[in-house]
Structures are given as structure tokens and as C-alpha cells.
């Protein structure tokens, strides 16, 4: 019996851009034997780091390095006829193929779902790219800000009220972490419906539509309202909101069930706030936040932010702190949970890892293999897999290819 | 041709936001997700804005209705012994159950993990609480939009030297779900080749803390975070969101290269800024950047936003306007997709609402109803599924076990 939940299930990943890096990852954690094919040069996320001492190393970029644990990495130039016959054949072995190449790159790479069902009919192949397959916007250039606003997500973050403040990117690369998520979504649920019958297909996944699909009742306030939403700040219930604590830190208060609210009544003191007609209910809170405001914040600045925390928390009030990374890694409760693996590379060193975000009490998710070195698995992927051999693969070296 | 998850039922026990985000994902795919409802406690989201004609009602709620399409709903008080065999006699011809209360909670109703198994053996069960089934603080309270700032991701996210910001929306929660779905076909594809099922603890928190994997990596690394710097990146500029003419209008600009930098300088109208020194690398760009960003900003605030948006993209360069959200859901783009799903609802009539963000080219998937109103199937679940006849669902409602 299996120990691992997708044990025998075999994934190419090419990859360039986070999203397919991180569905492939997704993949690998659980148990499948994730084939990352990188061109020569190494993924591009080798360069950007964040680096030990800003020191920039193919090998310890530390984006590379967690995007891509549990897999094996192979060197491959698809631009090239050579290259590419190796890909098909890495493809008529593998179960399902996920990539990120926007269509025009991918037709000049042969990365077509036409040239890998010709290698394997039975193949789940897995396209995430900005704007998808079709559409009069599907070879727009992108990045992750770009995908941000053409997913409605940009405008709804920033300072409401200060109209000299743009919009806001979130932190990081959340468009391609969001298509590579879908990515790892879709590809599941196509490779369980192939282990019952189903047929290999194409699955065409879109970021915009990502973040579309995403954006809480942003798009139904205009198909069942007509309204325009506004940057973060106009929330429909109130108290959702950030302070600044006696001891620097920021907490964020936040009630949704108003037998919480009363419960925060209770512990702010104030009996007369329950009597008060501009904090009925949240509804009515929320209309009247920016005079009910000044006060929260009053006694908010009377606190230490732990410490609220605590105590908001042992009358169920959901608050929650606005955590440093250094708070993170330092938390009892995360360490209790394992959730900070680390993870032993041989350029990098030992490095704590974001871990798990399920536990499956069967199979787990666990960390098997560190992030690959560039090339490092060619001869046993190329040989022992493939059984090409060592001739072939001199040969496609001195080409170039590998 | 049928969908991945045909034939595949779910007791579906979530609520707000995150869970049932999950099981809409699992109904997209083909599965039946019956929510098991009550009067006596409605689900947050059902009383929520958005509503037509302002006018409140539990399934006249457009968040409700965009996270729930697709499945069926039922009326049924678990609080009552008869309410809670009942739950279990679905649970039984269910291969997965999934909640997401607090931890503890669900055990407290009877319906933990060990209970389930008792009347399904090889259920798959997934709970999606905020901190996970373990851990000191396991018992704590927590929503989605507690996860961003809870995260980390709110201490990053901000104007340079201004506070940490939130990110506009409940960002944990539709992050949890996807995940959650993900690890819960995981469990099906094990439980296909095995015939185990198994429990799944999901933390929302945890889920929230992966998609920033990488500042993590700094953090350990170097002993810092990546600092706030607005809308700016590292590796990347111009990198920014630049006004435009008009009233708060603005257009999203990234180059990536050298080479798109210089086509931008192109459409700009200032080809001489790609060799000027202050701008000729991505270092110098860097070093220069506010400079930089007042010359695009030059030229953006003359600009329509679309109109700019088609004269970089014709030269090559990332550009998107922050769009709003009528603008997204009259995109072009979009509607060629086929993206939008508009069934007829009983109570709110025909609404726009978004789709399913995957196309899969042999097995094409649908959503296949609109959101149910409250209690929508009880005839067809009590009924058709357990076989009940209909003086026994009378009695049940008599008796206001079904409420």
C-alpha cells in the first residue's frame, strides 16, 4: 500500500515563472515524483533570490529553494528540435504535464497540447498562463502587479480616503501563486477522474479568472447593486480594523457575530456602547466607523498587543495580531504543529521551510528532497528513466540541449 | 462526458467563507455538495450585502450566492437527536464530510472524525479551522480576513514607511479553500487505489503563510523581512501604479528587461530616457527609481488608462488598469471567455457571477445551478436520497427537527 498520497504519480513541471513551480510543489509534497525541466540557463527564480548576505548564488536564491522541494531537476533547451524529442519523451512517461509558458512562447517552445497528446494520448496537461488559451487579451504581456488589477484585485486594496495614494499591490507573487494553486487544483481533479475512466485532457487555467473567482462580494456588488466598490477601509461590517498598540505592535480588531461584539462590549468596559444607537449592529457600525473609530483606537493604544490578543481571545472575539515574520517563526503554536520544516540542501545549508497547510493522517505531506541543484538529476532522469545512453547524452550535451 | 468528481457526494457542514469556497470548488468538479443548513443559526454570508434592491433576505445575498453555486441545501437541526441521525444517515452515503468551525467544535455536535467513521469507514473527512486541530492555541476564534494580517502578509504589504496594510479582501479564506479542495481530491485519488479514507486538519493560518514562502526565506536567511515599498519590486522597473488622467484612474506598468524598458521609453515619447545613464540597467533604474517613476507618471497622467494600456501592449510592455468591478465583469476579454455563469434564482431573478477559472478541453465542466434558497432540497435529499416518504418528512417538520 502507497504511503504517500500520490505515490506513482509522475509530473513534468516546466516552469518559469512561480506559478507552475508552485502547483508542481503542491503535487510533490503530497507524494508524486515531480520532474522539473529547467532550460540551461536554470529558472529564473535561481536569480532573484532573497540570498543569504544579498549574495547572489544559482543555488541558494531562496525563492528557487522553496518553491521547489520534493522534485527532481533536469536541464533541457526546448527551443531546440533535440531538446524538444526529449521532452516528448519525458512527457509519454509522465501522467500529467503543468506549465506556465503564455501561448506564443509556448507554440514556439512545442509546447502545444497537440505535440504532448501526440507523445501521450493519456496525459492531463496543465496550461496557467495570465490570461488563458483564448480571448482577444491572451498574448498581453504580464506580471504579478499587472494580474492584480486586470483581476479586479488591485483596486479594492489602499487607503481609502487619500485619493493620492494608488492602489496597492499585496505583497509577493499572489497572481502566480493563485494560478499555480488552480493549477494543482485542476490537474488533481483530472488525474482522479482519469484513475476512474476518464480520458487525458487540456486544462486551460487563466489568472485573471483566478483572481476574479476570488474577490468576496466585490463582483456582486455591481451585478446585484450596481455599485462601485471603493479601496479597502468601506467594509459593509464593522469593527474590521488595524491599531497600533501601547507597545508598538499593531493588533487587528475584528468582530463578525454580534454576540462577539457584545462580548468585546464586555471586555472594553463600556456598557453604555451597547446602548448606543450608531453601534446597533455591525451594519450600523459600519456606517458610522468613522466616528465610533476615535474611540476604539483610544482603548486599543491602552494595551500591549499580545496581551489583547489573549484577551479578546478567551472571550471567543476572533482578534488576531498583525504578526512579523520573527513573531511567526517564533510562535508556540506553529512549533507545536511542526509547521516550520527544515530543510537540509547541499549548497544552501539547512534553512527553515514554510511547511504543511493540511495534515493527512495517512499520508503526509513531508519533505523528501531538497530544492534540485541545476542539471543535478540528468543522468538519472535521462539515463535511468529515459534509458537514453551515455553516448545520447554526451551527445545532446555537447549540443547543447542538456 | 461527465466531470471528474461524478458520483462523488459531500457533507458539506462549512460555512461563511473559506469552507464553503472549498466544496464549491469539489461541485465545479462534478461532485453533489449538500449543505446542511439551519434556520436557527443562518449561515453568516446569507446575511450579508450584496443585496437587490438593498433589501435583506437569507438567499438574496450575492456573496452567498457566488461561493455556494452548485449545490444543494437542506434544513436540518443537528442540536435534535432525530436532526443528528439524520445528518449521520447522509454521512453514511457520503464519501466526504468537510467543516469549518473552530476547533473542538465539531466534536462537541457529535459529528468529529470518530463518530463519522463509525457510520462511514472510508469517509474522508477534512476540518478547516483557523489555527488547526493542535497546537496551544487550537481553541482560538478566527475568520478570513484575520488570516492576512495574522499571516505575515499585512506586515509586508504597504506604502514605503507607512503602516502595514490589509489586502482588500478576506484573502485567507478563498486561499484555504482552494487548498482544502486540493488536498481533498488528494485523499480521493488514495482512497481509489487503497479504499482508505482518513482525516485531514487543515490550518486556514498555515494556508495563509505558503503563499509567501519566500519572505520567509529572507526572514530566515537574513534575520529581516522584505521591507514595504508600495507597488515596487526588486527585480523590476518602472514597477509601479501610475495615475492617469480622470478622476482616480490609474494603469499598473511592470517591465521586466532592458528591452521593455526601451520600448516603453518608445510609446512615452521619450527614447532617450533607455540610455540615459540614471536609467540605462535595472540597477540604475533601482537607484533612480522615484525619478523614474515621475517620468512614466508624466506621460500616464495625460493618458485614458485602456488607451494606454493597448500603446504598451502593442510595444510589448505589461500594462492593466486597476480595474473596477463593473469593469471586470463587462470585460471583453473575459466575455470571450465564456466566463460568467447566469442562472435563474428563484429569489434574485438571473445574476452575473463568476465561473469556474479552469477549462478542461474533454470533460468541459458547468456550474450546474445557481446557489440554493434555504431548505431547497429537502424532497430530493429526505425523499430520493434516504428514501423518506413524505408523511415521515412531515412529521420531521412537525416536530421541527427539519427547521
Redesign the interface.
Given at each position: 500500500?502507497?504511503d504517500r498520497?500520490?505515490e506513482?504519480l509522475t509530473i513534468v513541471e516546466v516552469g518559469t515563472r512561480g506559478a507552475a513551480s508552485y502547483g508542481a510543489k503542491?503535487l510533490a509534497d503530497?507524494g508524486a515524483e515531480v520532474i522539473k525541466v529547467e532550460p540551461p540557463t536554470g529558472d529564473p527564480d535561481r536569480a532573484?533570490?532573497?540570498?543569504?548576505?544579498?549574495e547572489a548564488h544559482p543555488e541558494k536564491s531562496?525563492?528557487y529553494?522553496?518553491?521547489n522541494t520534493n522534485k527532481l531537476g533536469v536541464t533541457l533547451d526546448i527551443t531546440g528540435e533535440k531538446g524538444r524529442a526529449v521532452l516528448g519523451k519525458l512527457a509519454a512517461k509522465a501522467d500529467a504535464l503543468i506549465h506556465d509558458y503564455p501561448p506564443a512562447e509556448a507554440e514556439a517552445a512545442g509546447l502545444t497540447?497537440e505535440a504532448i497528446r501526440a507523445a501521450n494520448p493519456d496525459i492531463i496537461m496543465t496550461s496557467v498562463t495570465p490570461?488563458?488559451?483564448?480571448?482577444?487579451?491572451?498574448d498581453?504581456?504580464?506580471?504579478d502587479?499587472?494580474?492584480?488589477?486586470?483581476?479586479?484585485?488591485?483596486?479594492?486594496?489602499?487607503?481609502p480616503g487619500n485619493?493620492d495614494?494608488?492602489?496597492?499591490?499585496?505583497?509577493?507573487?499572489?497572481p502566480s501563486?493563485?494560478g499555480g494553486?488552480?493549477g494543482?487544483?485542476?490537474t488533481?481533479?483530472?488525474?482522479?477522474?482519469?484513475?476512474?475512466g476518464?480520458?487525458?485532457?487540456?486544462?486551460?487555467?487563466?489568472i485573471?479568472?483566478?483572481i476574479?473567482?476570488?474577490?468576496?462580494?466585490?463582483?456582486?456588488?455591481?451585478?446585484?447593486?450596481?455599485?462601485?466598490?471603493v479601496?479597502?477601509g468601506q467594509r459593509?461590517?464593522h469593527p474590521?480594523d488595524?491599531f497600533?498598540c501601547k507597545d508598538g505592535a499593531?493588533i487587528?480588531v475584528?468582530c463578525?457575530?454580534e454576540p462577539?461584539w457584545e462580548r468585546l462590549v464586555e471586555l472594553m468596559e463600556t456598557p453604555e456602547w451597547a446602548t448606543w444607537e450608531v453601534a446597533e449592529n455591525r451594519?450600523v457600525r459600519a456606517s458610522n466607523w468613522d466616528a465610533l473609530r476615535p474611540f476604539m483606537e483610544e482603548w486599543v493604544s491602552q494595551w500591549n498587543a499580545d496581551d489583547l490578543y489573549r484577551a479578546a481571545?478567551a472571550k471567543?472575539?476572533?482578534?488576531?495580531?498583525?504578526?512579523?515574520?520573527?513573531?511567526?517563526?517564533d510562535s508556540?503554536?506553529?512549533k507545536?504543529?511542526g509547521?516550520?520544516v527544515e530543510v537540509v540542501h547541499p549548497e544552501a545549508g539547512t534553512?527553515?521551510?514554510?511547511?504543511?497547510?493540511?495534515?493527512?493522517?495517512?499520508?503526509p505531506w513531508e519533505i523528501r528532497l531538497p530544492a534540485p541543484t541545476l542539471g543535478q538529476h540528468n543522468a538519472e532522469v535521462f539515463g535511468g528513466r529515459l534509458g537514453l545512453s551515455d553516448a545520447e547524452i554526451e551527445s545532446l550535451e555537447a549540443e547543447g540541449a542538456i | 462526458m461527465a466531470g471528474p468528481l461524478d458520483g462523488i457526494r459531500v457533507a458539506d457542514f462549512t460555512w461563511v467563507w473559506a469552507g464553503p469556497t472549498n466544496t464549491m470548488q469539489l461541485a465545479h468538479m462534478g461532485a453533489e455538495v449538500i449543505r446542511m443548513e439551519t434556520s436557527q443559526h443562518i449561515c453568516t454570508l446569507r446575511m450579508f450585502p450584496p443585496w437587490p434592491d438593498s433589501k435583506p433576505g437569507p438567499n438574496r445575498s450575492g456573496y452567498f450566492n457566488q461561493y455556494n453555486q452548485g449545490k444543494r441545501a437542506i434544513l436540518l437541526d443537528l442540536g435534535k437527536d432525530e436532526g443528528a441521525a439524520i445528518a449521520k444517515r447522509i454521512v453514511e452515503i457520503s464519501d466526504v464530510a468537510v467543516e469549518n468551525f473552530a476547533a473542538g467544535v465539531i466534536d462537541r455536535l457529535g459529528f468529529g472524525y470518530d463518530e463519522l467513521r463509525k457510520v462511514n469507514d472510508d469517509i474522508i473527512m477534512m476540518s478547516m479551522s483557523g489555527y488547526g486541530a493542535t497546537g496551544p492555541d487550537k481553541d482560538y476564534v478566527s475568520y478570513g480576513p484575520a488570516q492576512v494580517p495574522m499571516s505575515g502578509l499585512s506586515s509586508l504589504t504597504g506604502y514605503k514607511d507607512w503602516q502595514p496594510m490589509h489586502v482588500g479582501m478576506s484573502y485567507g479564506d478563498p486561499t484555504a479553500g482552494l487548498h482544502a479542495a486540493f488536498a481533498v481530491i488528494a485523499a480521493l485519488f488514495y482512497r481509489e487505489r487503497t479504499g482508505k479514507g482518513q482525516y485531514i486538519d487543515m490550518s486556514q493560518w498555515e494556508s495563509s503563510m505558503v503563499v509567501i514562502g519566500e519572505a520567509f526565506m529572507q526572514q530566515v536567511m537574513n534575520g529581516a523581512p522584505p521591507e514595504r515599498d508600495g507597488s515596487h519590486d526588486l527585480h523590476m522597473a518602472p514597477h509601479n501604479v501610475y495615475r492617469c488622467a480622470g478622476e482616480d484612474r490609474w494603469i499598473a506598468i511592470s517591465c521586466a528587461s532592458d528591452e521593455e524598458f526601451g520600448a516603453l521609453c518608445g510609446v512615452i515619447g521619450k527614447a532617450e530616457l533607455a540610455s540615459d545613464a540614471r536609467f540605462a540597467t535595472i540597477t540604475e533604474r533601482k537607484a533612480n527609481e522615484d525619478a523614474l517613476d515621475a517620468e512614466v507618471e508624466a506621460w500616464t497622467s495625460q493618458q485614458e488608462p485602456f488607451e494606454a494600456m493597448e500603446k504598451l501592449q502593442a510595444a510589448g510592455v505589461a500594462a492593466y488598469p486597476p480595474l473596477v468591478n463593473q469593469e471586470v465583469m463587462e470585460s471583453p476579454h473575459l466575455a470571450a471567455r465564456d466566463f460568467w455563469v447566469e442562472h435563474e434564482h428563484p429569489e434574485v431573478g438571473v445574476r452575473r457571477h463568476a465561473g469556474i477559472p479552469w477549462r478542461f478541453s474533454e470533460t468541459p465542466l458547468a456550474v450546474k445551478r445557481a446557489a440554493p434558497v434555504m431548505g431547497q432540497d429537502n424532497e430530493y435529499v429526505f425523499g430520493e436520497l434516504l428514501g423518506m416518504g413524505s408523511d415521515e418528512i412531515a412529521g420531521l417538520v412537525e416536530r421541527e427537527v427539519i427547521r
Open positions: 500500500m502507497p498520497a500520490l506513482g503542491m503530497l532573484i533570490g532573497p540570498f543569504p548576505n544579498g531562496g525563492t529553494l522553496y518553491l497540447y490570461f488563458g488559451q483564448s480571448g482577444p487579451q491572451k498581453f504581456k504580464a506580471s502587479l499587472t494580474m492584480q488589477g486586470a483581476g479586479g484585485w488591485l483596486w479594492i486594496n489602499g487607503w485619493p495614494l494608488p492602489p496597492l499591490k499585496a505583497f509577493g507573487r499572489q501563486y493563485q494553486l488552480n494543482a487544483l485542476a488533481m481533479g483530472a488525474l482522479y477522474g482519469r484513475s476512474r476518464g480520458p487525458g485532457q487540456h486544462i486551460d487555467i487563466s485573471q479568472e483566478c476574479a473567482a476570488i474577490l468576496e462580494f466585490v463582483l456582486p456588488m455591481w451585478s446585484y447593486m450596481e455599485l462601485p466598490v479601496r479597502y459593509p461590517i474590521i488595524m497600533q499593531w487587528f475584528l463578525i457575530e462577539q451594519f481571545q471567543r472575539i476572533p482578534f488576531a495580531p498583525v504578526s512579523t515574520l520573527g513573531n511567526l517563526l508556540d503554536h506553529l507545536a504543529r509547521f516550520f534553512l527553515a521551510h514554510a511547511g504543511a497547510p493540511y495534515k493527512l493522517s495517512e499520508t | -
